[in-house]
């Protein structure tokens, strides 16, 4: 059975910094495409930031520029968000979507919750 689990989140100040991760497991197949999202209190659901496969290619939603980092390591089949100069508009259960190369079906991982606050 297909999973992927989040983990890093939790409380931190304005300014500070977390790093996610997204572990996945119970597969054979590879992975392509690798999002984080993330849904705050009463908003929809955003795209903060996504790599390809090789890693070669990084998007990163406009709100999250020049703080945010995600990179993979395919060998342990993980993702990151480095989160850095965080602020409280960034508070929301992040999660994590991969798609497989083999089916283009998008896994999702059931998230974890930063709270920017002081």
């Known amino acids: 059975q297909v999973q992927l689990v989040e983990s890093g989140g939790g409380l931190v100040q304005p300014g500070g910094s977390l790093r996610l991760s997204c572990a996945a497991s119970?597969?054979?197949?590879?992975?392509?495409?690798m999002n984080w999202y993330r849904r705050a209190p009463g908003k929809e659901r955003e795209l903060v930031a996504g790599i390809t496969d090789t890693g070669g290619s990084t998007i990163l939603a406009d709100s999250v520029k020049g703080r945010f980092t995600i990179s993979r390591d395919n060998a342990l089949n993980t993702v990151y968000l480095q989160m850095n100069s965080l602020k409280r508009e960034d508070t929301a259960m992040y999660c994590c979507?991969?798609?497989?190369?083999?089916?283009?079906?998008?896994?999702w991982g059931r998230g974890t919750q930063v709270t920017v606050s002081s």
């Open positions: 979507c991969a798609r497989s190369a083999l089916t283009g079906t998008n896994y």
């Open positions: 119970g597969f054979t197949f590879r992975w392509d495409v």
